[in-house]
Structure formats: structure tokens, C-alpha cells
């Protein structure tokens, strides 16, 4: 890596008088970082009236912008004792930054605050005029990250996520091949919603998603000892940055915005409009909402850890299982939106827990064999577990990886009959299972008395459990497997609509 910056210093008076002072004082700073970094070079000192310019190159790990950070404390302590000069204002004219990448770009990319340019494996940073609060904020070493990762990524593009298969039910002869939203659209016991990928359950509906969740707790969550606790929808902005979701999926979230004030007089134009066109006018509910600093939930977890944030849990407390499913997740899936099985509104519950790397594995094997109890002796169901890497961790080295399971995560996978042959046709993930190291726990400064923790949780997707119940099991109730209709063997009767 090679760093190149061009500077100057802009001090109170003229300072052409303590010249050779300056330089002088500007090489032993430098031979001092060389004890630390012997590549750091100050170079091209010049002086012209009150301004000092200089460039600094490095090819360590000293960045050149601490170095004139460093610099530029150590000559204001210096010289505003001695000649009553200060540092007023630092500039950066150029900064050119070149690294080596692991692969040679497949094309050009932008990254904001600079200019990129690749040379075979060679990229090179350009920024010009930044300021010291730029340099303050770590955002360069951020850069060069985020150049690797955009290349990196060229090569990953269209390649999908890892994914293998480690278990297979037998096959099961599905009763129908039809699409359970469809006929239960048909039926009246679904409606499609007041806006995109919504849906409006009536009773029949209602009874079989209900039956789902409470199967979920009946048959996992009380037999493993999860406890229920209540978090809100709506997540700020700061949650979302530390779980690495607001640079994840921006453009899935459903934003949130607050009214600017509830000042009756404020909304009283707006009020005016709506009562005479009886039309809501955008432009001047825009003018009464704030910037959105919050987004609806899209999965229950990033709440559930911000409430141990800095917390200590007691050993005695250990492993934490919580679950929420209050919390209703939203997710703009635009182009992909299907049936009941891919919404924009769907009904989720998800367990989290946080303990040792012993007890989230052990957690794992016990989870797995409720969650195989219930797809195989309640809903008699054909599925598959494959091993995948989400988006979040594709990054991260390792995890996900099939060289160590330990962490990463498991998708449930259910054979939809309507969508075709078995070996070609797309399965439905209807839930998965993630053991996520102390990713989270780091983000959230969670600790222990003395062990490492770890944490992971499981997304159980009340739509998709129903999507792949009916998709191979029919809407009759007499075609039900028999451990099903213990729970449910009866709908209710619906509303006759004339
Ligand atoms: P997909 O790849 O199908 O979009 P995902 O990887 O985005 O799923 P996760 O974020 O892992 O899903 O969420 C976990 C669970 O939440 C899924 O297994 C599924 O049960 C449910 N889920 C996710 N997105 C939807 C959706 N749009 N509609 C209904 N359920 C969903
Ligand atoms: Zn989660
Ligand atoms: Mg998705």
C-alpha cells in the first residue's frame, strides 16, 4: 500500500522567521515515527509567509493522515510556547492512495469522496480537498475497504448465495398441485390487502395461521424453555447500523416517519385541503413530516439484542431464550411478491438466544430435532435442511463456510408442488436457523462473567409454515395428517357474502 499526501498548515502569523526551526522540529518528529513505521517520509517542506506545505508518503501501517494529525499537535505544543504561532487550518490538496487487490477489476467503480483508478491488480484512491474531521473519522481506511469489497463482489455477481443440501425427508405423493393462496382466495377465507403484499385473513385463514404459531411454542419454545417478551416495530436508524442491516437492505425497509409537530395550527392548511378536495395533497403533508430516523421491523432480533446492549448476564441466566412474535415484519419485496408466501406484511416468530459456543450447539441439535418432529410427524411434510450463506456473512471469512459449521445458517426447505417436477422446480424456504458467533454480541457489547458469548436465532415464518402445509396437504381438513388435526380439524365456518 502506498500512501501520498500533499499538505500545508496555515498558521496565526508569518512564520518564515523560524524556518529552520520548523524543519528542524518536522525531522525529528518524523525520525520518531520511525521507530514505529521506518516508511513514513515528510518530504517537500516549503515555506511562504504563514504557510507551511509538505507532503507525507507511507507504504506501512502509519497512515499519513495520523502522522499529520500527530504533526500538527505536536507543532502547535511546540512553537504556540515558544513564538506564540498556532496552527489555524490544516489542507489536504491531494491524497492518492494505491493498494494491490486480490483480483484484477472486471470494471470501473465510484466510490463517494473519490476517484478510483485500476491499474491491472493496482487501485488507486484519489481524493482531493478533504478537511481534518474526513481524516478524523477513519472513513479512509473505510475506502479501501469498501474498493476491495466492490471488487470482490464483481466476481461474486449472479453466483447466488453457498448453498448444500445436508438432509432430506422421502418423498411424500402431495394431495393436490394447486396454489394454496390461489384457492383460498377462491374460497373467501383470504383476501389480498389494501396495499401491495398485504392480506386480509378471515376466520378460516386465521385458524390455520394460528394453529402454526401455536404449534411453534406448543412443540419448541415452551419444551426448550424460551421465554416470550414483547419489542416494538419500529427500529431507529442505530440498530440497524451496528447489525449491518441499514448497509444490508436499504431498499427493503419500510421507512418511518414521525408528523414535524401535532401544532393544530401547523396541520390546519392540511386539514383545509383534505376537507374541501377530499384528497390527501403529498406536498403539503411533506411539509408537516420529519426526515424518517426509523424503519418498520423486518426481523425481530436486531431489537431483541439492543435490549442486552452493554449488559453483563449472569451465568445463573445462561443461555438466554427469548422470543418475540408480536413484532409484524415488513419487507418491500417488489418484483418477487407471491401469494401468501412472499409479502410485504408477513407474521413471524423468532427465538434468539445468547449463551457459550457449548450451549448455542447443543442448542441447535434440540432445536432441530423439534423442528424435525414437528415437519415430520405434525405437518407429514416433504422437506430438505440445506446449509447456506446469508448475505451478512459472505463477508466475514469463514462463517457460513463448510469448513466450520459451527456458525452460520440452516434453511428449511418445503417441495411446493404447484410450481412443478420436484428435482427442477424452486423449493420454499419456510424458516431457518443461524448460530452467528459473537458477531451481535460484539455490536452490542453483551459480556458474561467469565465465558465468550455467542448468540444466533431462528426466523419461523407463520405464512411460509402455512404456504408449504397447504401447497402439498390441500385446504381439506379430511386430508390432514392425523397429528395436524389434533391441533386443527375443524375450520371455522366463514361468512356467506351474497
Ligand atoms: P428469502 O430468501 O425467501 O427472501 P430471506 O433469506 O430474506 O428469505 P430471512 O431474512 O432469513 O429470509 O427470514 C427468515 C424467515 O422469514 C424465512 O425463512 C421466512 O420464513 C420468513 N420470510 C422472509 N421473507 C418473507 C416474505 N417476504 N414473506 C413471508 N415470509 C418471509
Ligand atoms: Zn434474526
Ligand atoms: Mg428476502
Known sequence: MIFDLKSSFTFSNDISSISKELQDSIKSFNSKIHQKDKTVEIKDIKIKKNILYFGIISEGIFRPHNALLQLKNEISKEFGKKHHVGVREIKITGYNISFELEKKPLKDITIPFADVKFKDKIATIILKEVDEEFLQRNYIDRMINRVSEKVESQYYEGKGEFWKAI???????????????????????????????????????????????????????????????????????????????????????????????????????????????????????????????????????????????????????????????????????????????????????????????????????????????????????????????????????????????????IDFEAYMPYRGDRKTSEWLEFQNLSILGDKYIKAFNIKAQKNELWSGCSGIGLERWTAAFLAQKSLDPNNWPEGFRKYLDKLPVGIEFL
Open 167 to 409: 438432509w432430506e425427508s422421502a418423498e411424500k405423493k402431495p394431495l393436490w398441485n394447486k396454489d394454496p393462496t390461489e384457492e383460498m382466495v377462491k374460497n373467501k377465507w383470504l383476501e389480498q390487502g389494501p396495499t401491495k403484499g398485504k392480506w386480509f385473513y378471515r376466520a378460516q385463514a386465521t385458524a390455520i395461521l394460528k394453529t402454526m404459531e401455536k404449534i411453534a411454542i406448543e412443540e419448541v419454545l415452551k419444551p426448550l424453555g424460551f421465554q416470550e417478551v414483547i419489542e416494538s416495530h419500529i427500529v431507529p436508524f442505530d440498530i440497524w447500523l451496528k447489525t449491518g442491516h441499514m448497509e444490508g437492505m436499504p431498499g427493503e425497509f419500510y421507512y418511518v416517519c414521525e408528523p414535524a409537530t401535532r401544532d393544530t395550527q401547523a396541520w390546519e392548511r392540511f386539514v383545509d385541503l383534505t376537507k374541501i378536495t377530499k384528497e390527501v395533497h403529498i406536498d403539503e403533508l411533506m411539509n408537516n413530516l420529519s426526515p424518517p430516523k426509523a424503519g418498520i421491523c423486518y426481523a425481530q432480533c436486531p431489537i431483541i439484542y439492543w435490549s442486552f446492549k452493554g449488559k453483563t448476564i449472569s451465568e445463573k441466566s445462561l443461555p438466554v431464550l427469548v422470543y418475540d412474535k408480536t413484532a409484524i415484519s415488513n419487507r418491500y419485496e417488489s418484483g418477487g411478491r407471491h401469494g401468501i408466501e412472499r409479502v410485504d406484511e408477513f407474521h413471524r416468530i423468532e427465538p434468539v438466544y445468547i449463551g457459550t459456543r457449548e450451549q448455542l450447539l447443543k442448542l441447535r441439535e434440540n432445536l432441530l430435532d423439534c423442528y424435525k418432529h414437528i415437519f415430520n410427524d405434525i405437518f407429514d411434510l416433504e422437506w430438505r435442511i440445506a446449509w447456506v450463506t446469508p448475505w451478512y456473512m459472505q463477508q466475514a471469512g469463514k462463517i457460513g463456510d463448510e469448513s466450520t459449521q459451527d456458525t452460520g445458517t
